[in-house]
């Protein structure tokens, strides 16, 4: 495998380490100006100045070259937290709710998940590979490289494996590295209406096992919210899943406060996701407990809601911030970690540094792979983007467009923004 060279950057920007940033230390970044980046074997081998390169490495005549052309380079982003896996769409409840119906609402009235619940396991394996193709293309386009991808449209065991195999087919496809996550309790099925109790049994008892058993999840989720799951049962299927080698993440205090932020501390998980009803206890109950806080904001976003998760507080309280997509044709119809970036600076109040760290490295440990992915240091894993901006701040500044010009995974330019090659 050649080497690559990215050259002639006007910047390159990143967090340092493969802990998970706290506090102050979220906003710290590592700038270097004019630099040049060196990938050998898939990893990260050099970051610096050209008059440092030439020095420890020479220079490097049989390298393949990226010119960074006065572009800034940031690590691969990564997206912790999509449903990549659905078929169908949902644009005629988004514009009920363009006309004033809540999310809530319409998921009462027999629509929201269950409507894309219904079209799932109406759709084939080859089916829903075919569907995520396009969104992956779109999200590898928007600069991420690694994403975590989650079940729960199908909320029986067949129809759970078969979006399971989906993600690990098709992340034979395509150049984005897929961690799977199963999420059975998203919902409670309308077979299981009557006896909700058999279903928490039933995904605790036979879905995590089984899908445990052929290893087609790393990670298991569960939606903790009034009226979908409390947080006993949620503690129920997170700990069976904990008990059958599945790491514990959960959508925690979306919509109202139901204790989620509380059990994600307790049962040390991963990451509590959305949070934007945390309680203040909830937030104390994260601080110190190792648990990232998995932020959401597109989903405040496209549910017009007017609440935004307390991410200065979280940071104030010294919990690790992330920020994911939430990629999903109800709540989040978006694949761009860009547009992420930008709803978190303008309406969560991250700084463009903390906005950085929280879709790189806390992202990457939220999904234990910190040590692996999320910062431009020797050792780390090749996953870089090139941004056609001049520095780190216009990845907010500049809002509204695509930022990315290359994308490189592995050491391997996998991406590159179409050029409009004028000759006059
Ligand atoms: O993260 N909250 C639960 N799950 C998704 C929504 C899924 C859907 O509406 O289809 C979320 O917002
Ligand atoms: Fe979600």
Redesign the pocket.
């Known amino acids: 495998m050649r080497d690559l060279l990215i050259e002639n950057l006007a910047e390159i920007a990143t967090p340092l380490g493969c802990a998970p940033r706290r506090g102050r230390e979220q906003g710290e970044i590592r700038r270097v100006r004019a630099g040049e980046l060196l990938c050998r074997g898939g990893r990260i081998a050099f970051v610096g100045s050209r008059a440092e390169r030439l020095r420890d490495f020479g220079p490097l005549p049989e390298a393949e070259r990226l010119d960074g052309r006065g572009g800034t380079a940031v690590p691969g982003f990564v997206d912790a ?1 999509t ?1 990549l896996p ?1 078929a169908g769409a ?1 644009e005629m409840e988004f514009a009920q709710r363009l006309a004033g119906r809540s ?1 809530e609402e319409i998921a009462a009235a027999g629509g ?2 269950l409507s ?1 619940v219904r079209a799932t396991r109406g759709a084939s394996r080859e089916q829903l590979v075919a569907a995520m193709l396009p969104r992956l293309e779109r999200m590898l386009a928007c600069g991420t490289t690694t994403a975590e991808a989650k079940s ?2 199908g909320l029986a065991l067949a129809d759970e494996t078969k979006q399971l195999e989906a993600i690990r087919d098709v992340a034979r496809l395509q150049p984005i590295e897929l961690l799977p996550t199963l999420l059975a309790a ?1 919902e409670v099925p309308p077979e299981h209406r009557a006896a909700r109790e058999r279903y928490v049994a039933l995904v605790a008892e036979e879905i995590v096992p089984a899908v445990a058993e052929r290893g087609l999840a790393r990670f298991c989720d569960v ?1 903790c ?1 009034r009226g979908v799951f409390s947080a006993a049962e949620s503690r129920r299927v997170l700990e069976s899943g904990q008990a059958h080698g599945l790491l514990a993440r959960l ?1 925690a205090d ?1 919509f109202v406060d139901s204790g989620g932020a509380e059990l994600a501390a307790d049962l040390h998980a991963l990451s509590a ?2 949070l934007m009803a945390v309680s203040e206890r909830g937030v104390e109950a994260l601080a110190g407990s190792g648990v990232t806080a998995l932020l ?1 904001p597109g ?1 405040s976003f496209f549910l017009r809601k007017k609440s935004w998760a307390p991410a200065r507080r979280l940071i104030e309280a010294g919990v690790p911030v992330a920020l994911a997509t ?1 990629c ?5 119809n978006t694949e761009s970690l860009p547009n992420v970036i930008q709803l978190a600076v303008f309406e969560l109040g991250l700084t463009v540094e903390e906005a950085l760290t929280a879709v790189t490295l806390n992202a990457a440990a939220s999904l234990a792979l910190g040590d692996e992915l999320g910062s431009l240091e020797p050792g780390k894993r090749a996953d870089v983007v090139v941004l056609d901006e001049p520095n780190l701040f216009h990845l907010a500044y500049h809002f509204g467009v695509n930022p990315v010009r290359s994308v490189v995974k592995g050491g391997h330019e996998v991406y590159r923004a179409g050029n409009l090659l004028l000759s006059h």
């Open positions: 937290h449903h659905w949902r999310y929201g998940i894309t729960g449209y998203h939606f919210e959508h979306e996701d959305h959401l989903t939430d999903n044709p109800g709540s989040s």
